[in-house]
C-alpha cells in the first residue's frame, strides 16, 4: 500500500432543500474523517465527466459515496412508483470515474448508493423501492438518527469483510433501494437478516449498503469496513 494513500471521493448536488445552489458539490465530511483514521487521504472530486479520466489517474483509489437514487435506465428499467430523486449528472460521472478507475486497476469502495452504482455498472439490477419487494421485511430505512444502530448483517466466509467483522455486526440502514439481480463479476459479502445482499466484493472493489463512516467514533468496529477496503492498496 502507499504511504498514505489518495483516495479520490465522489460528491454530489445539493438537495432541493438544502439552500445551496446547483454550482455547489460536496460530501459528509464523515467520510473523509474516516479515511484519514484508517490512514488515506481524501480528496473531493466534483462531478465533471470530462475529468473522469484525468481524476482516476490521480489517486491511488475511489470512493462513491452515499447519496440519491440511482437512475433506472442504468439497469434497463423504467422509473416506478417509489424511486426517489435521481441525479444524472452525478450518475453520467460516476460511471465514468468507475469504468477509467477500473482500467487503470485503482481499487474501488462504494456506501450506500455507492454498492448500487456498482451492482448496475457491473451488470446487475436494483430493486427501485424495497418495500414492493416480496418477502423484505427487516428495517432498510431507520429513522433513528446517527450513531444509533439498526438491523445485523452476517458476513460470508472467507471475505474481506469477514476477516474485519467476523461472523456478525449490527449496522445502521438508511436505504430504500437495493440490489436484486447479482452480477457474477460481484459475490455477496454480506446479508441482512431478510436475505437482503447488504455487502459485495469483487476484483479490487469492495461496497456496503450501510453508512460505516457514520458509526466509526461511537461504534469502533465500524472502522473495520474501511481497513477492509484498505486492504486491496496492499
Keep these: 500500500m502507499p504511504a498514505r494513500p489518495l483516495i479520490g471521493l465522489s460528491t454530489s448536488q445539493p438537495t432541493e432543500h438544502s439552500g445551496l445552489g446547483r454550482g455547489f458539490n460536496g460530501t459528509s465530511r464523515s467520510y473523509a474523517e474516516a479515511l484519514e483514521a484508517v490512514g488515506g487521504v481524501p480528496l473531493l472530486l466534483p462531478t465533471l465527466p470530462e475529468l473522469a479520466a484525468t481524476y482516476a489517474a490521480a489517486v491511488d483509489a475511489v470512493l462513491l459515496t452515499g447519496g440519491v437514487d440511482v437512475h433506472p435506465r442504468y439497469f434497463g428499467a423504467h422509473p416506478v412508483r417509489g424511486l426517489g430523486q435521481v441525479d444524472e449528472e452525478r450518475d453520467a460521472f460516476e460511471a465514468a470515474l468507475y469504468r477509467e478507475a477500473r482500467t487503470l486497476g485503482k481499487p474501488v469502495f462504494g456506501i450506500c448508493r ?11 439490477t436494483l430493486w427501485q423501492h424495497l418495500p414492493d419487494a416480496p418477502e423484505v421485511w427487516a428495517d432498510h430505512a431507520q429513522t433513528s438518527r446517527p450513531p444509533t444502530l439498526g438491523h445485523e448483517v452476517t458476513f460470508v466466509p472467507g471475505s474481506a469483510l469477514h476477516t474485519q467483522h467476523g461472523d ?14 447479482l452480477t457474477p463479476t460481484l459475490t455477496a459479502a454480506a446479508h441482512a437478516p431478510d436475505g437482503v445482499v447488504e455487502a459485495v466484493e469483487g476484483d479490487g472493489v469492495i461496497a456496503v449498503q450501510w453508512h460505516p463512516e457514520l458509526l466509526f467514533r461511537t461504534h469502533p468496529h465500524a472502522l473495520g469496513t474501511f481497513r ?3 486492504t486491496l492498496l496492499d
Excluded at 114 to 124: D, K, N, R
Excluded at 168 to 181: E, F, G, M, P, R
Design 114 to 124: 455507492g454498492i448500487q452504482m456498482i451492482t448496475v455498472l457491473e451488470g446487475g
Design 168 to 181: 456478525a455486526n449490527l449496522v445502521n440502514s438508511y436505504h430504500h433501494q437495493a440490489i436484486d439481480v
Design 228 to 230: 477492509a477496503f484498505m
